[in-house]
């Protein structure tokens, strides 16, 4: 519990502060999006691939990997239909913003942040090394994710005081999820093997459907730094 809750506000306060110093500078946004994102793609697949399933299918088989499936279903349809649920990283150095987005972007860090916690609280519940585990994958991915929503929020309209202090907030929605993931599943006689395998599809979809593609369109060498920086990860 202790390590979880550490873990939770570290990757919370961690995100948002290098995203309130990062913003001063858009050559080092620059960077970290083309960079830091591939590197955490590199992150989420070794968590998933590495620890996520090998964890799931001992505790219940190979039928784990329908919840693999199931998941990332799930969050094809539900990016698919809420398009501010999650962006691509290559919107996050856009300069051309609806007011509106703002919030919308607000509401979708929210979610997004419960998401990243129910994860987070599930992976704690095999053991603390796979907690930390998660816990850099999920740090990796959100840091970029935050520069570029407090970019965003700035853009339209909000003052910095009023981006920190809702950013805050919505940062705090990941240790709710991580606590009410960790509870329930220490609790209740839950079927942990397809809760691994939903939070591995989790980490391969995002790394996937959208890192992937970012390094695809953005790379203009073949075998450039961002395919390094996956592979590093």
């Known amino acids: 519990f202790v390590y979880l809750t550490v873990a939770a506000v570290s990757a919370g306060l961690l995100s948002l502060v290098v995203a309130i110093i990062l913003i001063q500078s858009s050559a080092w946004i620059q960077y970290l999006v083309k960079l830091g994102t591939p590197f955490a793609a590199g992150v989420l697949l070794i968590a998933a691939f590495r620890d996520l399933l090998p964890h799931g299918v001992e505790d219940q088989g190979v039928s784990v990997l329908n919840g693999t499936l199931i998941a990332i279903l799930i969050f094809f349809l539900i990016e698919k239909g809420f398009r501010n649920f999650h962006h691509h990283h290559e919107e996050d150095i856009g300069e051309n913003r609806n007011p509106a987005q703002g ?15 129910i994860a987070l609280g599930s992976a704690f519940l095999i053991n603390p090394s796979t907690g930390f585990i998660a816990t850099i ?13 407090f970019g965003i929020q700035l853009r339209s309209g909000f003052t910095k005081r009023q981006t920190i202090i809702r950013n805050l907030l919505s940062s705090s929605t990941l240790l709710i999820g991580a606590l009410a993931a960790f509870y329930s599943g220490s609790v ?12 591995a599809g989790f980490f391969i979809y995002i790394a996937l459907s959208d890192i992937v593609p970012t390094i695809h369109s953005s790379e203009n060498r073949r075998y450039g730094l961002q395919t390094g920086f996956l592979i590093l990860g």
């Open 103 to 117: 919030w919308l972007f607000l509401i979708g860090d929210v979610f997004h942040n419960v998401l990243d916690g």
């Open 137 to 149: 994958a999920l740090v990796s991915h959100d840091i970029p994710l935050e520069v570029g929503e």
């Open 188 to 199: 209740i006689e839950m079927p942990l093997g397809y809760l691994y395998g939903g939070i």
